[in-house]
């Protein structure tokens, strides 16, 4: 499957939970303004799975960062777009940050084989320090890896419709449904791993963009009364595998 290797990323995201019948209104009132993104347009369902391995320390040190609201923080995660290992489809190492309202987003591509299928935890973060392509994100990774003695901990699976304006090539829109959250530490799960699902009947809508929102897109909020709000599927993710609380 053809996906973006765009590396740099540096935007406003704007999410939105809406319940099933809510977002069938909204996807249908997005038409008229939004088009598939080429890497979909072709594909029948006009979506893709995106795979995310996250990783963080034993404190949990990233998603306290979060769930406590710091306007400056980041996190590491292994991205990819398959559920089977052997599929040749790229793998990335990821380091998404937040810096005051605007969301930074560094990636770098991976050089991982199907024996990546069947390692997980310390071994699996040392795979990746050694195949990963040299560079900034790279060194990063080394250093929180020594530091802080990062390590994966958490998978989120989720189908993605994206979308592309058809007036401004900068302004992207999602909807990000089926979210699952795994317990483990390696990027292809043991069936034994524990699951669980991520608010079932609701689409995520994400809204990128890189200066402001156009017009018609508050209409649309304002038409359909959208509240904004503050959705982190890790943390989600994190709180339903009770790793961790929000308290």
């Known amino acids: 499957m053809a996906v973006s290797t765009k590396l740099h990323f540096s935007r406003f995201e704007f999410k939105y939970l809406l319940p099933r019948a809510l977002r069938l209104e909204v996807e249908s009132e ?16 006009h979506r893709y799975l995106v795979r995310s391995l996250y990783f963080d320390d034993r404190n949990l040190t990233a998603f306290r960062n979060k769930v406590d609201g710091h306007m400056v923080r980041s996190k590491f995660r292994i991205r990819t777009y398959t559920t089977d290992p052997s599929e040749p489809v790229p793998r990335f190492l990821e380091i998404k940050g937040r810096n005051n309202n605007l969301v930074v987003k560094h990636r ?40 802080r003695r990062i390590q994966p901990y958490a998978l989120i699976d989720y ?18 449904e089926e979210l699952q959250a ?8 043991k069936s034994t791993d524990r699951s669980v699902r991520l608010v ?3 689409t995520v809508m994400e809204v990128k963009f890189r200066h402001h929102l156009p017009s018609w897109f508050h209409r649309i909020i304002q038409g359909y009364e959208l ?21």
Do not use: W
Request: net charge negative.
């Open 30 to 45: 997005l038409n008229h303004f939004v088009e598939y993104d080429p890497f979909v347009a072709d594909r029948p369902d």
């Open 108 to 147: 770098t591509p991976m050089d991982m084989g199907i024996d990546e299928s069947y390692v997980g935890g310390d071994e699996l973060a040392e795979l990746v320090m050694a195949r990963c392509h040299p560079g900034p994100i790279h060194q990063e990774f080394c250093f929180q890896r020594f530091r």
């Open 159 to 176: 189908q993605r419709r994206p979308f592309v304006s058809r007036f401004d090539p900068d302004f992207r829109l999602t909807f990000d």
């Open 182 to 189: 795994t317990r483990t530490t390696s990027l292809f799960p």
């Open 200 to 202: 079932p009947g609701y």
């Open 227 to 247: 509240r904004r709000l503050s959705f982190s599927k890790i943390c989600e993710g994190t709180i339903a595998l009770e790793i961790a609380s929000d308290d």
